[in-house]
């Protein structure tokens, strides 16, 4: 063991979940964010722990979808054009891995971190004041007809090589399972035993304070650069001075990439950008969350009203939000509730990190003692924790129960 700190680096679900199982395995952390804890992309997601989320957004439908999707004025891809050419190259490896075997190969190396969701949540919060917050669900993914659902097959298919298997509700039975929904929908494929948070933001800032209230050092300051010493990390250089430290795990989420370029490593991530809409005392909520597939968006019954979270925006993580997300999720919405009325609404943006491959880096930079926890894509809420203990493990010496080579960074920081 060392004498010096662990530093990590950026205070999402990731980096909190990293924190407290090496607080756990009894090292000395300190946890490092320019922001509150909790208020990256890990603020105003859907909340789902989503262990269904197995197949990727690069499945072989996309070379389909995504045209038609782009042609549209009603559809839940977004791309700002003038950024085209300088995402092309992003684009042309993201879809280089939408092909049947690339995309049942990711479906294998997200399983183990995606299937055990509330689990790992549940080992997470255990001993903690949020003992409470991992909510068991059933997730509905609500369909305008049956025929829409049965389309969707090559998607179920993925679902069901991780052993899922959902209900299928037609007819009368949709609004008798969810009086929420109007007409709009008329077939609920439906997924037992996954979970979800009522305040994804607060739960990692509740994680967070207990990190500190357990003797873990919290510190406020923008990460801009490491020292090394030979290959080996010996400091990070920060805007409140340099901390020594042992190592470094980089849990900066999309911004991760800026902190890779410091080391001379140009990872491909990309900004996935993604909306919530809150409708704020909202007259229903569901019982329990849904997916809207038209719309591609979550629905969760939540602390400060019903959010409606989704879509995919392609633009990088420096332009400002755009306002048709928003407009498009607020007519799906008014579309699928027609009886929902509500006081007011907010709405949000946020980065989901992503590399052409959507498999997280998880793992060491060669022997630098730096290490990634990053590219969580659309999943970072549900396998946060798991990444955070396998983190942990590789850190301390132990082996994890897995096997860690689909995660390595060197696929990219080689
Ligand atoms: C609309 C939407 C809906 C989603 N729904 C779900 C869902 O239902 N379920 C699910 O599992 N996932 C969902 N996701 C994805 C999920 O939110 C992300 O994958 C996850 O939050 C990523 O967590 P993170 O810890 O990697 O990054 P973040 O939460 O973004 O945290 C990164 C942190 O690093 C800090 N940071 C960055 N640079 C520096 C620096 N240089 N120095 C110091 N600090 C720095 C930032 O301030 C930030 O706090 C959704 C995402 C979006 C956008």
């Not at 977004?78 to 092909?99: D, E, G, I, N, T």
């Not at 997730?139 to 179920?156: H, I, M, V």
């Not at 897995?402 to 390595?408: Q, T």
Request: net charge neutral; aromatic share 8%.
């Amino acid at each position: 063991m060392g004498s010096k700190p662990i530093i990590v680096v950026g205070a999402g679900i990731v980096g909190v979940s990293t924190a407290l199982w090496l607080q756990r395995a009894g090292r000395d952390v300190i946890l490092m964010d320019r922001d509150a804890p909790g208020s990256g992309a890990s603020y105003g997601n859907s909340g789902l722990l989503a262990g269904w989320a197995v197949e990727p957004v690069n499945a072989p439908t996309l070379w389909k979808d995504a045209p038609k999707y782009l042609m549209s004025r009603d559809s839940p891809l977004f791309l700002k054009w003038a950024q085209l050419p300088w995402m092309l190259p992003w684009l042309a490896r993201f879809m280089s891995h939408a092909v049947d075997h690339k995309t049942r190969r990711i479906v294998e190396n997200m399983m183990p971190l995606l299937t055990d969701t509330v689990m790992q949540h549940r080992a997470l919060v255990a001993g903690t004041p949020l003992e409470g917050w991992v909510r068991d669900s059933k997730c509905s993914f609500a369909y305008p007809t049956l025929k829409d659902f049965e389309k969707d097959q090559y998607s179920w298919n993925m679902k069901a090589l991780a052993g899922l298997k959902p209900n299928i509700l037609t007819g009368g039975e949709v609004q008798e399972e969810e009086p929420i929904l109007g007409p709009a929908i008329a077939c609920l494929a439906q997924l037992e035993g996954h979970g979800h948070i009522t305040d994804p933001g607060r739960y990692v800032a509740l994680l967070a304070q207990h990190f500190t209230q357990e003797g873990g050092q919290f510190v406020q300051a923008q990460v801009q650069d490491f020292t090394r010493s030979g290959d080996h990390v010996t400091q990070v250089e920060t805007s409140e001075g340099a901390f020594e430290c042992d190592q470094v795990v980089v849990t900066a989420g999309i911004w991760s990439k800026e902190l890779m370029a410091r080391l001379g490593l140009r990872i491909p991530l990309q900004a996935e950008r993604g909306y919530h809409v809150i409708f704020e005392n909202p007259s229903e909520l569901p019982r329990n969350p849904l997916m809207i597939t038209k719309g591609r968006f979550g629905v969760n019954p939540m602390d400060m009203g019903l959010r409606c979270a989704g879509v995919v925006e392609l633009a990088n993580h420096l332009t400002p939000a755009s306002e048709a997300p928003v407009a498009f999720i607020r007519k799906q919405a008014a579309e699928v509730f027609p009886k929902l009325t509500y006081s007011g609404t907010q709405s949000w943006m946020g980065f989901r990190p992503t590399v052409p491959d959507c498999t997280p880096l998880i793992g060491q930079i060669g022997e630098s003692g730096i290490y990634t926890g990053f590219g969580h894509q659309h999943v970072g809420l549900t396998s946060g924790p798991k990444t955070g203990r396998l983190l942990a493990q590789m850190i301390t010496g132990s082996t994890p129960n897995m096997d860690m080579r689909p995660y390595a960074p060197e696929r990219y920081a080689g």
